[in-house]
């Protein structure tokens, strides 16, 4: 009895074969929790494996499936899966290859909108601290929709009949379907390119959550956020929120409440003018009133019914502080004579003649005065001033005084 070795590699291609080609196997639809979950950003490849209390299997959803997911797969989520079973050669592994995905228990659709929701909000889009103010008096009021929708005509009624003053400035765009988020994203870039409007209202009319899911789109909520024009959403009923009514800096219920929203009522701005413009009057008649009774008054004052007795009231105060202004500087002038003669009386004590005057003089040679023994040599001739006079003297002795007192000591030694 002879023995067929098979290989490794024919041995899985064999159990893929039988795998492949069980029609049970082709269409699996299953149900299990997500586990080990990895996202390949580059690629767009999802592996996973899915588990219940029992038993795993290992999954793949290739990029082509995983770009039409709604929702973003996480480890723990509970979902349904269609698919086709197979085996990885190179692994020796069977595996589910994912078609298509949807959460359990709750829509795709809505799945997206919570994990959108909640991490565009943790980055601070939905901050109400990041909101504008609605112009009062928009010149350029702009508008984003579809221009055959009932939306826009509902809008256009609105602003008409409310604010004929406002233009309006359509941008128009798909508002569901293929490409309509980028087309809204789009418009909303262009009217803050291009500044040409006061404010901007974005949306459309009711529909299901399909119809509205391109309000729900990443990047038009960024663009709504980074927009400099404030934007009003919207979109649908009442009933329905989207993604843009979260971001934008006003919420309508619908694109009539919009209109509203960006318009003050025409009506109501000339009630109003009409009101200040009779208080303005108002104001102005009082003010005029009060003027003239205060000129009547100044009128009948007696500066202006007696004149001459003003005069001569304001002539008398004048001459008052004329006698008051001349008895302070004759006092002062006083004052300031008897301290300078105090001071010319000390000057005149201290001056070098009075000393003179007193028997003393002062002897100088040339133009300096001698203070000492050694400026002077035997036959100098110099200057003797006295108080009356100057006479000139030669120099016969110097005599300093160590000598003087030498001389001194030995006299009374000999005594």
Known sequence: MSLSILTVSQLNFYVKSLLESNDKLRFVYLKGEISNLTDHQRSGHIYLTLKDEKSTIKAVMFAGNARYLKFKPQNGMVVLVRGRVSLYEAAGAYQIYIEDMQPDGIG?????????????????????????????????????????????????????????????ILCPVLVQGENSAEQLTDAVKKFNRLKCADVIIIGRGGGSIEDLWAFNDEELARAIYESDIPIVSAVGHETDFTICDFVSDVRASTPSAGAELVSPEM???????KYYKQKVINLFGKRLDYERERLERFAKSRVMTLPYEF???????????????????????????????????????????????RGYSIASKGNDIIKSVDSVNIGDNIDVKVSDGVFKCSVSLVVPNQTIKKGNTENEKGN
Request: proline residues 4%.
């Open 267 to 273: 009506d109501l701005i000339l009630s109003n003018l």
């Open 108 to 168: 795709a659709l809505n799945l997206a909108f919570e994990q959108l929701k909640k991490r565009l909000s943790a980055e601070g889009l939905f901050d109400t601290a990041h909101k504008k103010k609605l112009p009062i008096l928009p010149k350029k009021i702009g508008v984003i929709t579809s221009p055959t929708g009932a939306a826009f005509q509902d809008i256009c009624r609105i602003l008409k009949r409310r604010y004929p003053m406002g233009d309006i």
């Open 311 to 357: 005069i001569n009231f304001k002539r008398i105060n004048l001459d008052k502080i004329s006698r008051a202004m001349i008895q302070s500087y004759s006092s002062q002038i006083s004052v300031k004579r008897a301290h300078f003669a105090n001071i010319n009386a000390k000057l005149d004590a201290l001056s070098p003649l009075k000393v003179l005057s």
